[in-house]
């Protein structure tokens, strides 16, 4: 038999095995995922302008890479939904159009052995899907935080500095190339900017190699401890649709109803995919690619009770072997398979209780460190701030 036959056979057989125990154990799942792969958000001033009506938009090679997500989880988890449309299957996502395509591929996806008449997906949808508002703070991170925005603030002007400092030679001679300044911010922006140009295959400055890109993406690697990387900030980010996760849990672990619902889907940005991994204290430091996805299973066996599961699939990206099983991730203090009561406890300080509350409080604190800071919350009628305020920001910092 030949080795590539031999690996696909594998990991066929491997899935069909974690399938057929399915139907003796799996009770729900909930799954965070990012959309598929996009035109860059941005552009270089010295390299043109892109018209903004092109920017972050969906690709056809994103809407494949949801395509296929949809197609795996079809059959990692057959037999576990009905395989025509139903309730049984609910969807959410980020209002940003990008979000939204990509969860309409993944439905395609999971139903696209289910035929009808000249059916035609471009012009039907065989699940609603709801957007979330525009204001939201589950998925886009849209919401205004002043308490996020200042301790982000504080992360950017100390281990963000040092970063830049230690880094300065490299960014001085991204920002002399591009004509960006030479903060992070921008940076990171360059980064996904040139990352976005050679996947489509577009031209790329002359300036600009292996060694050029590895360093760009190492820096872009750091965005996300510094958005997430302190125990508050991923609550105050991560913790809302952590929460959504646990409440729909608990209606099955703790108030014992069987409710229709089996599979939630949440399409969303990098940005959303970080933050959850973060408030679960199992990131690798790593930016989320595209269609990389969280999965949180819950289970249900005679000798453990309820206990639940949590995978990381970031190998989606990869058109050819989108079928490769995800990561099993150990949640801190606890086994793979985690028992339910125990995974509350350990997540417990990473759920917001009144999260609007919270972003205005004038103290918090700072596991970190270990003491109690004061923030004084800017009132929205002023548009002064000291160096101690939390202040407001419009701010979306979801890709």
């Known amino acids: 038999m030949q080795p590539a036959l031999s690996l696909v056979l594998f990991l066929v057989l491997s899935q069909a095995d974690h399938t057929l125990s399915f139907s003796q154990t799996l009770h729900m799942v909930n799954v965070l995922f990012r959309h598929g792969d996009r035109t860059a958000t941005g552009t270089l001033p010295a390299h043109g302008q ?67 008449t000249e059916r035609n997906f471009s012009e039907s949808q065989l699940l609603p899907i709801y957007s979330r508002p525009h204001d939201d703070n589950m998925i886009s991170f849209a919401r205004n935080c002043s308490l996020y925005t200042h301790l982000y603030t504080q992360r950017l002007n100390t281990i963000g500095k040092q970063i830049q400092t230690d880094n300065q030679d490299f960014i001085n001679f991204i920002s002399n190339k591009t004509g960006v300044d030479t903060n992070l911010k921008k940076i990171w922006m360059v980064a996904d900017t040139l990352s976005c ?18 360093k760009l993406q190492k820096l872009h690697d750091n965005k996300f401890d510094l958005m997430f990387g302190s125990p508050l900030m991923a609550k105050l980010k991560g913790g809302p649709i952590l929460k959504k996760i646990i409440s729909n849990m608990n209606s099955v672990a703790i108030e014992r109803q069987k409710p229709e619902t089996k599979l939630y889907f949440y399409s969303g940005h990098d940005a959303t995919v970080s933050a959850l991994l973060n408030a679960l204290s199992v990131s690798n430091g790593l930016s989320p690619p595209y269609a990389a996805s969280v999965i949180l299973e819950l289970h249900q066996s005679l000798d453990q009770g309820y206990y639940v599961q949590v995978w990381y699939k970031n190998t989606t990206v990869d058109l050819l072997n989108y079928m490769q099983p995800p990561y099993q991730l150990t949640i801190p203090g606890c086994s793979k398979d985690c028992p339910y009561e125990k995974f509350v406890e350990l997540t417990k300080d990473s759920l917001p209780g009144d999260w609007e509350r919270e972003c205005k409080s004038l103290h918090y604190s700072d596991n970190q460190h270990g003491n109690k800071r004061q923030c004084n919350a800017l009132k929205p009628s002023t548009h002064q701030r000291e160096e101690t305020d939390c202040y407001y920001t419009t701010k979306d910092f979801s890709k």
């Open 50 to 116: 892109s018209s903004r009506d092109s920017r972050g938009h969906l690709t056809k090679i994103g809407t494949k890479q949801n395509l296929n997500l949809g197609s795996y989880f079809q059959s990692r988890y057959h037999g576990f939904f009905s395989s025509i449309p139903s309730n049984e299957i609910k969807l959410e996502s980020s209002p940003v159009p990008r979000c939204v395509q990509s969860a309409q591929a993944l439905v395609d996806g999971l139903y696209l052995h289910y035929q009808t």
């Open 197 to 214: 140009w050679k996947a489509h295959n577009q031209s790329l400055p002359s300036w600009v190699n292996e060694s050029v890109l590895r």
